[in-house]
């Protein structure tokens, strides 16, 4: 068992920046492959952006691609998404998740094992 914990979202205008931080326990956090997810209001969760295990390995949606980075220091069993350039279209609960399946990270949601609860990213015009 995996218990996730994202922490810095909050309110931020546009062309504003935030890093989100997710803190794991539980389990040897480098045996998981992350990810970032989102959901906004009305709209189904959609793929943000992994990260494979040892942290060589990085995807990101077309949306957040050049914008958005991920990272994450195994050695203090978190995972980060710096979040750069946000519009209002960024808005929305963003998810991280950890999957013991996969070595690197995948933007199919059913293929992470564990959530967090979620963090608010609200971003103003």
């Known amino acids: 068992q995996v218990q996730l914990v994202e922490s810095g979202g909050g309110l931020v205008q546009a062309g504003g920046s935030l890093r989100l931080s997710c803190a794991a326990s539980?389990?040897?956090?480098?045996?998981?492959?992350m990810g970032w997810f989102r959901q906004a209001p009305g709209k189904e969760r959609e793929f943000v952006a992994a990260?494979?295990?040892?942290?060589?390995?990085?995807s990101y949606a077309d949306s957040v691609k050049g914008r958005f980075t991920i990272s994450r220091t195994n050695a203090k069993n978190t995972v980060y998404l710096q979040m750069n350039s946000l519009k209002p279209e960024d808005t929305a609960v963003y998810y991280c998740?950890?999957?013991?399946?996969?070595?690197?990270?995948?933007?199919?949601?059913?293929?992470?094992?564990?959530w967090g609860q979620g963090t608010q990213v609200t971003v103003s015009s």
């Open positions: 539980g389990r040897t956090f480098s045996n998981y492959a």
């Open positions: 998740a950890a999957s013991y399946r996969l070595v690197v990270g995948s933007s199919r949601d059913y293929e992470y094992d564990y």
């Open positions: 990260i494979s295990r040892s942290g060589g390995i990085t």
